[in-house]
Every structure is written in structure tokens, then in C-alpha cells.
């Protein structure tokens, strides 16, 4: 009996969800904990839910290109972090995983089934590559390195306009 109790106890506990906001100051507790960067640079690229509504509400839709997740009841992110440098995106993955709180990362726009930005799990967090949108294309080796959040009309147009050729796809 006493075992089963724990493990009710442990089964409700794990399924619970954490308070959005307690979420958020745990990540700017942990960021400056995992980067040379200052914790005012790092808090600037970390958008609640609650502190920062209208604007986390805006950095969400932004990349949301199916209708069908741009709703009231699709579940959503404790935080949206939304790096400028390669520090903040490994502070960020750390901290993820210190705290215990599944990260979805969402790049340049081409996943149409919203995996990268809905969860089934109580709490998650997204990691949004919308910054890193570089993209060098190089004729001679026949190569490009894209940025993940870069998205594929921006490819496209960029190898466009190095070779002049449009690329055919098929999906
Ligand atoms: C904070 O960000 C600014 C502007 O991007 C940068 O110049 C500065 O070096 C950063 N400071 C720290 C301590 O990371
Ligand atoms: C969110 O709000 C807090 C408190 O007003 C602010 O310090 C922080 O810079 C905001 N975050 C972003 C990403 O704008
Ligand atoms: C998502 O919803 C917001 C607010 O209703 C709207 O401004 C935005 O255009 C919508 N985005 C898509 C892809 O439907």
C-alpha cells in the first residue's frame, strides 16, 4: 500500500504542469549559469507567456504557417527563446534539459504538422532559430551553408540569384 501511494504520488506529480512564470525565472536563473554573455543579454531574447504576453503571442503566430495550430486550445510554450548567437542556443539547451523541461526547436517555417512548436508534454519550451537566417552559397564548390532558420524561399532565391538557375523540387 505504501508503495502504490508513491507511486500515485510520483505519477501525479511528474504529470503536473509547472507554473508558466516559475518556468521563466527558472531560465533566467540558469541561462547567465551557462554563458559567457551578461543576463541582461540573455533575458532579452527570452519571451513568457505571462510577462511578456503580446509579444510572446506575436513571436509564436509569426512562424505558425498552418491555420490549424493557430488556435486558443493548441498547447503552448512556457517560453519562447529566440537566440542571436550560438551561446545562447547551447545556454538554452542546457538549461532545457537542467530544468527538466522538453525543448521544441523551430526553424525556417517548413514543418506543416507543427511538430516543432506543439507538445503533447505538461510543459516545453520552444527554441526558435529565426535569427540565424544566413545563407552562403558558393557556385565553384557547388555548396551552401544555410542557417536553420533561413527559410526555403530564401534558399531558393539565394542560389538563384548566384547561379541564375531556378531549382526544380518535387516533393
Ligand atoms: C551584449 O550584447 C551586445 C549587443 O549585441 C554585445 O555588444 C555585448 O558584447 C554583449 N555583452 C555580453 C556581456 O555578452
Ligand atoms: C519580458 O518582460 C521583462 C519584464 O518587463 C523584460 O525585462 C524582458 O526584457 C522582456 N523580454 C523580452 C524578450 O522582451
Ligand atoms: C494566426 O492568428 C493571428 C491572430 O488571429 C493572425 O493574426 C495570424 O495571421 C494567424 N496566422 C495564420 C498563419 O493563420
Redesign the pocket.
Known amino acids: 500500500m505504501p508503495f502504490l501511494l508513491l507511486t500515485l504520488l510520483f505519477f501525479t506529480l511528474s504529470n503536473a504542469a509547472l507554473d508558466p512564470d516559475s518556468v521563466y525565472q527558472s531560465f533566467l536563473e540558469c541561462l547567465p549559469l551557462n554563458s559567457p554573455e551578461s543576463a541582461d543579454n540573455l533575458?532579452?531574447?527570452?519571451?513568457?507567456s505571462t510577462?511578456?504576453s503580446s509579444?510572446y503571442t506575436a513571436v509564436l503566430q509569426n512562424y505558425i504557417k498552418n491555420k490549424r495550430f493557430n488556435t486558443s486550445s493548441t498547447p503552448k510554450p512556457s517560453v519562447i527563446i529566440t537566440p542571436t548567437t550560438e551561446s545562447q542556443v547551447q545556454a538554452a539547451v542546457l538549461c532545457a534539459k537542467k530544468l527538466g523541461v522538453q525543448i521544441k526547436i523551430r526553424s525556417g517555417g517548413h514543418d506543416y504538422e507543427g511538430i516543432s512548436y506543439v507538445s503533447t508534454e505538461p510543459d516545453f519550451v520552444i527554441l526558435d532559430m529565426f535569427n540565424f537566417k544566413t545563407i552562403e552559397v558558393n557556385i565553384e564548390d557547388e555548396t551552401a551553408v544555410v542557417g536553420a532558420g533561413a527559410q526555403l524561399g530564401e534558399l531558393y532565391y539565394r542560389i538563384y540569384e548566384k547561379s541564375g538557375k531556378c531549382i526544380r523540387t518535387s516533393f
Open positions: 533575458s532579452s531574447v527570452v519571451y513568457s510577462t511578456n509579444a
